[in-house]
């Protein structure tokens, strides 16, 4: 084989993706979710998130704050576990999408991702395959939040809506990972992903209706929380599971999501392909 062809130049951007059909990205996707799996079974402590951070925050707000901010709800301690437990589903969509910022980044520093960008695979389907890991991992932070909020007096009354919550909180979880992929392919270490990601949540999560009522917030932080997607997430969620108006709150959830995905993930696979 002559030198030019061990030589030749790698395809142009997007050229590779051009000539594989939506069969081909499918089975590549495939492929790299049971890649990213595997990955997990090997490292299980990578988990720990998914499945020790709802045990945790469910158990500290509710035996916590339960008794206090109970009360301002005019009942107690039961009537916080009912405004609550719908509204971590906001907090474990955003918790959870932020792991997946740091493991991308974690994959590029390992060389991983330069062998992934040389194999003729549309490289929108590493992305696509990390999107779908989460969303599991998403599921089954969400399934455990939900036996220890029953476990400690959350009563589920409509099963057609907390399964409308659960679609609505992924819908906007996934949304959510876009921006950290694109912070996983553009910050220098996984640190500077995690740092980032608590400078952003933090506001959000407890700028919101998730933990406690809005009324009672200064005027300038309730017009924060009224435009935070968060509250409308949290909001939707709790009208599903609990009753009450829910329409104008789902429509801009979903509004905020579709907007997202459409605006930061042409972004991130742009990113991905260029990176050097």
């Not at 084989?1 to 069969?23: F, V, W």
């Not at 695979?121 to 890991?133: M, N």
């Not at 200064?218 to 509250?231: A, E, I, K, R």
């Amino acid at each position: 084989m002559s030198a030019t062809t061990l030589t030749a130049a790698p395809l142009k951007t997007g050229e590779a993706d051009a000539r594989i059909g939506l069969r081909g990205h499918v089975r590549h996707t495939s492929a790299l979710v049971r890649r990213n799996l595997l990955w997990i079974r090997q490292d299980p402590e990578s988990m720990f998130d998914a499945v020790l951070m709802p045990i945790v925050f469910t158990l500290l707000f509710v035996y916590v704050f339960g008794g206090s901010i109970g009360q301002a709800l005019g009942g107690g301690q039961d009537q916080y576990v009912q405004y609550v437990v719908p509204g971590m589903m906001a907090m474990m969509s955003m918790n959870i999408a932020m792991a997946v910022g740091t493991g991308f980044n974690q994959d590029f520093q390992n060389g991983i991702m330069d062998r992934f960008r040389t194999l003729p695979i549309g490289q929108g389907s590493v992305l696509f395959a990390k999107i779908v890991v989460e969303l599991m991992r998403l599921l089954i932070a969400t399934t455990i939040m939900m036996i220890v909020g029953v476990l400690v007096g959350f009563d589920i009354t409509n099963w057609l809506g907390l399964f409308a919550a659960v679609g609505l909180s992924a819908l906007f979880g996934t949304s959510i990972m876009w921006i950290f992929l694109v912070l996983g392919v553009s910050m220098k270490s996984a640190q500077s992903v995690q740092a980032m990601g608590f400078l952003v949540l933090m506001p959000l999560q407890f700028g919101s209706s998730i933990f406690a009522p809005t009324k009672s917030m200064p005027g300038w932080l309730q017009g924060f929380t009224d435009y935070n997607p968060l509250s409308s997430l949290a909001d939707s969620a709790r009208g599903l599971m609990v009753g009450g108006p829910v329409a104008h709150d789902v429509w801009v959830t979903v509004g905020w999501s579709v907007a997202l995905t459409l605006v930061m993930a042409p972004i991130a696979i742009h990113k991905f392909r260029t990176k050097n």
